[in-house]
């Protein structure tokens, strides 16, 4: 797939619909649910899933760490009511959640959503959520360098893939928001 093998080091993606089954059923959904050019851009590559967690993913498939983005599940809450968004950034910075998260979901305090929380709440697979298939009353936070990549590697909701998309499609799905100054 053009314009994805930077990011997948020496693995070759495969157009990530022609495998649903390296896809958490949430993910297949997202996917499918994108324009035809947008889900026909993203490819998928299987993988060892003791090696889904983002530095060993790129050491052991020479894959950049700057291609990678990790998607964070943030929660926090205010009069009572849970808030939660999904919170994509490159690798090689960290997402603001106690100032740009915490004011966009309007809490006092934000923090990363227990595990087992962002398991259940999210259909996927701790170490492969991705921000295709989040909860539709989730707002999917990006990092402008995720936007501007040419390709970037994400979670697929499993954890024995990854997905390569360009940035661009990320900013496609439904509730995605763009925010100057998440990835510090």
């Given at each position: 797939?053009?314009?994805?093998?930077?990011?997948?080091?020496?693995?070759?993606?495969?157009?990530a619909l022609?495998?649903?089954?390296?896809?958490?059923a949430?993910?297949?959904?997202?996917?499918?649910?994108?324009?035809?050019?947008?889900?026909?851009?993203?490819?998928?590559?299987?993988i060892?899933?003791?090696l889904?967690?983002?530095a060993?993913?790129?050491?052991?498939?020479?894959s950049?760490?700057?291609?990678?983005?990790?998607?964070?599940?943030?929660?926090?809450?205010?009069?009572?009511e849970?808030?939660?968004?999904g919170?994509v950034?490159?690798?090689?910075?960290?997402?603001?959640?106690?100032?740009?998260?915490?004011?966009?979901?309007?809490v006092?305090?934000?923090?990363?959503?227990?595990?087992?929380?962002?398991?259940?709440?999210?259909?996927?697979?701790?170490?492969?959520?991705?921000?295709f298939?989040?909860?539709?009353?989730?707002?999917v936070?990006?990092?402008?360098?995720?936007?501007?990549?040419?390709?970037v590697?994400?979670?697929?909701?499993?954890?024995?893939?990854?997905l390569?998309?360009p940035?661009a499609?990320l900013?496609?799905?439904?509730?995605?928001?763009?925010?100057?100054?998440?990835?510090?």
């Open positions: 797939m053009r314009g994805l093998e930077a990011a997948s080091g020496t693995l070759e993606p495969v157009p022609e495998r649903p089954d390296l896809l958490a949430p993910v297949l959904a997202a996917l499918k649910g994108l324009p035809d050019d947008a889900a026909g851009a993203c490819g998928v590559v299987e060892d899933p003791d889904a967690d983002t060993a993913f790129c050491e052991a498939y020479s950049p760490m700057e291609a990678s983005a990790n998607c964070v599940v943030v929660a926090g809450s205010r009069s009572g849970q808030r939660l968004a919170c950034v490159l690798a090689t910075t960290r997402a603001d959640v106690n100032g740009i998260v915490r004011k966009r979901i309007d006092r305090k934000a923090s990363f959503a227990p595990m087992d929380l962002a398991v259940e709440l999210t259909g996927m697979e701790y170490g492969g959520i991705t921000p298939g989040l909860p539709e009353d989730w707002p936070l990006l990092d402008p360098a995720v936007v501007a990549a040419p390709a590697v994400v979670g697929s909701g499993i954890r024995g893939s990854k390569i998309v940035g499609v900013a496609q799905l439904p509730t995605a928001e763009s925010l100057e100054g998440l990835g510090r």
